[in-house]
């Protein structure tokens, strides 16, 4: 993956894993052993992060620039957040991204672990074994497209009182945004079905059979 990023000219943010070794002044290190000997030697910092229901409070060490195994020369931070005992450690190769920068692109993980989640959970972003290169990027445009289609209905859904709730999108899950738009496609094949066919009997059958 760091390769890939280097590949693009990306920088990266990371975390650490606490086996790997970093190498300072021709000691080599083990990370995690590293971040816990640094939390009791050195004086910690504080960063509080504003959070939409409230904050999140870290208290972290800059350990500077290391090389970090075989990925070269790193920023390495090392941060517990609120009361927790784990301490992580967090790595990246922009120049300009600082510590605290750093801890709060790491907080972000979560809403993209998420939205993973649901591609792969919800939406078959896994279901491109056997194919050809190309057809495997088409899929990861389509599934990618049908998201954003997801989204654009939460953030285009209506409340009971007919009122558009744009601050309320991120409260419709992907599923219900799933069967919010299984709803709109049944509706629209409803209307074209009397439009265009005189069987009521069929009519009835299909919606006997989705209440079913």
């Known amino acids: 993956m760091v390769q890939a990023c280097r590949d693009q000219h990306f920088h990266f943010a990371s975390t650490l894993k606490s086996n790997r070794n970093l190498f300072k002044q021709g000691w080599r290190l083990k990370a995690g052993r ?30 500077g620039w290391l090389q970090v195994g075989t990925l070269g020369t790193l920023h390495v931070v090392f941060s517990r957040k609120g009361s927790a005992h784990k301490i992580v450690g967090l790595v990246t ?31 078959g972003l896994g279901h491109y074994q056997n194919r050809s290169y190309r057809a495997a990027v088409t899929h990861l445009h389509l599934v990618c497209f049908a998201y954003a289609l997801l989204t654009h209905l939460r953030i285009e859904r209506y409340g009971a009182q007919g009122q558009q709730t ?21 509706d629209d094949l409803m209307v074209y079905l009397k439009e265009t066919s005189h069987d009521a009997s069929l009519i009835a059958d299909l919606q006997r059979l989705r209440v079913a």
Not at 52 to 62: E, I, K, N, S, W
Not at 171 to 185: E, F, K, P, V
């Open 166 to 186: 744009h601050h309320k999108a991120a409260d419709l899950s992907t599923a219900a945004a799933q069967d919010h738009l299984r709803g709109l496609i049944w």
């Open 34 to 63: 590293y971040g816990k000997n640094l939390f009791r030697r050195r004086r910690t910092q504080t960063f509080v992060l504003a959070k939409p229901h409230g904050q999140a409070r870290y208290r972290y060490v800059d350990a």
């Open 93 to 123: 190769d922009a120049p300009t991204l600082s510590a605290p920068q750093l801890i709060q692109a790491y907080d972000r993980r979560w809403s993209i672990e998420q939205w993973i989640k649901d591609l792969k959970q919800l939406l």
